[in-house]
């Protein structure tokens, strides 16, 4: 029942969603099998690979016909090495860890991937809803992780502590915490250690909400990441929060510069099944916190239809570089800043359905910008309609608008 969930939750969300209405059309679960398809940038088959299966056990050798654990396979993979997760349900009651002592190197990244073609689904369910009870931890650095899907941790589906990874075609769902989040490995580790360098490329992450509907995104590099971490490709939608959230305390003091680019952040603050929880916050990229400068840059991404902003400083008065970006029909704002000394370039607000506010920036704004007072600009009569979206072949996010490609 759990993957006959999820499925049907992906292939809903992977159809069409009518911008007008919020309806989303029903589609065969065809992109989710050609998403994971593995034919673009997936890893090739590599020798000495170790594999890994549902039916695994601790002790077996690793090879094809006798597969091993996940977890015995983290502990024996060597340093570029490679573990094959075939396709199916592995069920955990516990989370599962790399270590902080296994990394890859910069010339060959450990490498922890789908077997081509197929879906390995890690399925966390057993958990109880805790902050201790995450799914997936990556505490080494120098990985790779590519095609994995995580659902139903009782905290984070995916939490990154170590630095120079890849993540890769991850589909993290139905967490009761943040999807996919970045974060230090523990309470005693340096600012000089926070996760750094880290890329989160053509994933998606979708339907994460906690009971009490405050803390789960889609994606969050917040509190305690340092410098260099990059979203690319990435798809957040339906959680019950934020679609991104890059929120900075005093306590722990600033984080580092993020980058988000050609991304898209949809229908957030409102879970597939029509779920609000009055304590969302509902923006689609959430930018600050505590009123601590961050200079982030986010460009050529787009936020649609999200309960309240598109794109919010949220009190971050830094510099950040805000370009080429598109916001449709977010509840309040499609671009909220009220502080700052942010730069804003050729950015596009519409609105074709939702009344909203009109769009506020401080900053360093200039006419190349089409910000939404009242009316729409002369770009948005190339936005209209339904958003539909899909991942090329070689992860690049392609996204359309009423039959037609956006390119911004
Ligand atoms: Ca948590
Ligand atoms: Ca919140
Ligand atoms: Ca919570
Ligand atoms: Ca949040």
């Known amino acids: ?71 015995s396979a ?45 879906t390995p689904v890690l399925d966390f369910s057993a958990q109880s809803e805790s902050p201790s009870n995450r799914g997936l931890q990556l505490f080494g650095s120098y990985w790779h992780v590519y095609g994995i899907s995580v659902q139903h941790a009782g905290d984070n589906g995916i939490y990154v502590g170590g630095s120079n990874s890849v993540i890769e075609r991850t589909v993290t769902a139905y967490n009761r915490d943040t999807g ?70 005093k306590d722990t003091g600033p984080i580092g510069p993020v980058t988000i680019e050609d991304s898209l952040s949809y229908d957030n603050g409102t879970l597939s099944d029509g779920t ?41 008065p830094g510099s950040m570089a805000v370009s080429n970006n598109l916001s449709i029909d977010n509840a309040q704002r499609n671009y909220s800043w009220d502080a700052g000394t942010s730069v804003f370039r050729s950015n596009t607000s519409c609105r074709f359905s939702v009344s909203g506010s009109n769009d506020k920036t401080i900053g360093n704004a200039d006419s190349t910008n089409q910000f939404w007072k009242g009316t729409n600009g002369s770009r948005c009569a190339s936005y209209a309609g339904a958003l539909r979206w899909s991942f090329a072949s070689d992860g690049r996010l392609v996204v359309t608008l009423g039959g037609r490609q956006v390119t911004l």
């Open 74 to 118: 983290i502990g024996r993979v060597a340093a570029g090495g490679t573990i094959y997760l075939r396709g199916g349900t592995y069920r955990y009651a516990s989370t599962v860890t790399v270590p902080q002592t296994s990394n890859g190197t910069s010339a060959a990244r450990t490498t922890l991937s789908a077997y081509p073609g197929e």
């Open 180 to 249: 996919l989040q970045l974060g230090r490995i523990a309470s005693t580790t340096p600012s000089s250690q926070w996760p750094a360098g880290n890329l989160i490329l053509s994933a998606e992450s979708h339907d994460n909400a906690d009971s009490d509907g405050e803390d789960a995104d889609g994606f969050a590099a917040k509190l305690t990441t340092g410098a260099g971490n990059v979203f690319r490709y990435a798809v957040s939608h339906n959680n019950i929060d934020d679609g991104w959230d890059l929120y900075t305390k």
């Open 276 to 316: 609000v929880n009055s304590n969302g916050d509902r923006n689609g990229y959430k930018l600050g916190g505590d009123d601590i400068a961050v200079n982030h840059v986010v460009r050529r991404s787009i936020a649609f239809h999200n309960g309240k902003h598109g794109f919010t400083y949220n009190s971050n």
């Open 1 to 71: 029942m759990q993957l006959k969930s999820l499925m049907a939750g992906v292939s809903l969300v992977t159809g069409t969603l009518v911008a007008l209405s919020g309806t989303m059309a029903q589609a065969a679960p065809v992109r989710y099998a050609a998403e994971t398809s593995l034919t673009g940038t997936a890893p090739s088959a590599a020798a000495g690979a170790i594999y890994v299966s549902p039916t695994g056990t601790d002790g077996a050798a690793g090879t094809q016909s006798a597969p091993t654990t996940l977890t």
